[in-house]
């Protein structure tokens, strides 16, 4: 049966509503569709629902670091709605061997980054837009650092009880230094006649290639000159095997 409404008065109809789909949704009831016994509605009545959750990334500015470097983190705040989300919140954990100084970013709200943490409080991430909560990260041990926001670590005060559905994740790898070790083959050797061959070796235990490898060796002056006794050489490490001067290696180089 239809509804009464005494003169003078409103009344107020109510029902819970939801969607699985994000998305803006308008709703309407358009100007006619209120039948009543003093005539339809002359005008509609219209309203807006957003069904978002908020969203959350992050990079690292390069893939790989030497051991103590650093790297610039951004961590992207994302909202799909035509309203502002206010209350945004989140922590990160970075993975072992990471740490975390110099907090930035356009985000609006407290933003922290010290010890093994990146933080956000009290944000607001602006109505069909995005921002940003960014800092220096250095690499303090050797290896992959997988860095994860988990599904539900970023949240909003309004719309109440959202949260990322997704997690935000990337890595970066620190790089071990390289390493230079040298041996004499045969020693002693006989003062003038005798000769040993100088072996110096390099290595690079990371999964990335290394390239422009340079070094010097000067060769002592006490308690006499050593110097280069023949042209018989080996070099696996590609490059040019030059003398302490940068020309080319000779009998009687001193490095």
Same mark, same amino acid.
């Given at each position: 049966? *239809? ?25 309407? /009831? ?7 016994? /003093? ?10 629902? !957003? ?15 030497? &051991? ?25 954990? @970075? ?7 110099? $907090?930035?970013?356009?985000?609006? *709200? ?9 933080? &956000? ?25 997988? !860095?994860? /926001?988990? /599904? ?8 109440? *009880? ?14 071990? $230094? ?19 061959? &100088? ?31 023949? @042209? ?11 003398? !302490? ?11």
């Amino acid at each position: 049966p *239809g509804g009464s409404l005494a003169a003078g008065a409103s009344c107020t109809l109510s029902v819970n509503v939801r969607s699985a789909t994000s998305g803006t949704y308008t709703n309407t /009831i358009p100007a006619g569709a209120l039948s009543s016994s /003093i005539g339809p509605n002359a005008a509609g009545a219209s309203d807006t629902l !957003n069904v978002a959750r908020p969203n959350i990334s992050k990079a690292f500015s390069a893939t790989t670091v030497p &051991l103590n470097g650093t790297a610039t983190l951004t961590i992207t705040l994302s909202n799909p709605t035509g309203t502002a989300m206010t209350g945004a919140a989140f922590t990160d954990t @970075l993975p072992a061997g990471l740490t975390a100084v110099t $907090p930035g970013g356009n985000c609006v *709200g407290t933003k922290a980054a010290s010890g093994s943490t990146v933080s &956000l409080a009290a944000g607001t991430i602006p109505a069909n837009g995005s921002c940003t909560v960014t800092a220096t990260i250095t690499g303090t041990t050797v290896g992959l650092k997988l !860095n994860t /926001i988990p /599904i539900g670590g970023l949240t909003v005060a309004v719309p109440a *009880g959202a949260s990322n559905g997704t997690a935000a994740a990337d890595d970066i790898t620190v790089l071990a $230094p390289p390493t230079i070790t040298k041996s004499f083959l045969t020693s002693p050797i006989l003062p003038n006649t005798g000769v040993s061959q &100088l072996q110096i070796v390099l290595a690079n235990s990371n999964p990335t290639d290394l390239t422009g490898a340079t070094f010097i060796d000067t060769f002592p002056t006490t308690p006499g000159a050593m110097t280069v006794a023949g @042209l018989t050489t080996t070099n696996s490490c590609s490059g040019s095997l030059l003398n !302490n001067l940068g020309a080319a290696l000779a009998v009687g180089s001193t490095g």
